[in-house]
């Protein structure tokens, strides 16, 4: 009888800690890098729902408030255009997943194929960086990074950015490489008719 009492127990106290650690995981806060791991570890699948990857979506007037941000020049944009280059940085971590590995592969690729010039010239470059290196973290909170990303970003020859922008539909073209070129070569044109 003892040993019935003492496996009932166990039960119930191995079912009451795992609601409870459950709860916790829920309702704690979370930082940015289990929000990364998280998205990483669903997109590590060959395929990958647009769902598991993107980020979370903003009430319409956070949205706008967020894209005017993203594309508004800086106060210290008085800068002579030929001072300003482009730099285009993919984020990454330490795991890296299939589609992670992808994204960057087309967008180094779309940018070398349609901005060879730029990039001899040093008018536009391509930095891929390990947001989990130490020196890096604060590129999560500069460019309000959710996940691996694109951003292109307007630098003064000071150092100073004027401006920048999270290229965030990499992610869903990522299973078209002629589109994903397209909007890459897009976007880099934008940005590279202000410098």
Request: net charge positive.
């Amino acid at each position: 009888m003892n040993s019935r009492k003492l496996i009932k127990y166990l039960l119930l106290f191995f079912v009451i800690g795992s609601f409870a650690l459950l709860v916790y995981k829920e309702f704690s806060p979370k930082n940015e890098s289990k929000t990364m791991n998280i998205v990483e570890t669903r997109g590590g699948k060959t395929t990958v729902s647009v769902e598991s990857v993107s980020a979370p979506k903003s009430p319409p007037l956070k949205e706008a408030a967020r894209k005017e941000k993203e594309e508004a020049p800086l106060p210290h944009a008085a800068v002579k255009a030929h001072d300003l280059k482009v730099i285009a940085y993919y984020f990454h971590g330490t795991f890296r997943c299939t589609t992670c590995r992808t994204i960057e592969k087309y967008s180094k690729e779309a940018i070398e194929k349609y901005f060879a010039n730029e990039l001899r010239s040093g008018k536009l470059e391509f930095r891929p960086v390990n947001i989990e290196e130490p020196a890096n973290k604060h590129f999560i909170q500069d460019y309000q990074l959710v996940t691996r990303s694109l951003v292109l970003s307007l630098m003064a020859a000071d150092g100073k950015e004027t401006k920048w922008k999270n290229l965030a539909d990499v992610w869903q073209l990522v299973g078209d490489k002629e589109k994903f070129f397209q909007y890459v070569k897009d976007e880099v044109e934008k940005i590279l008719r202000e410098t």
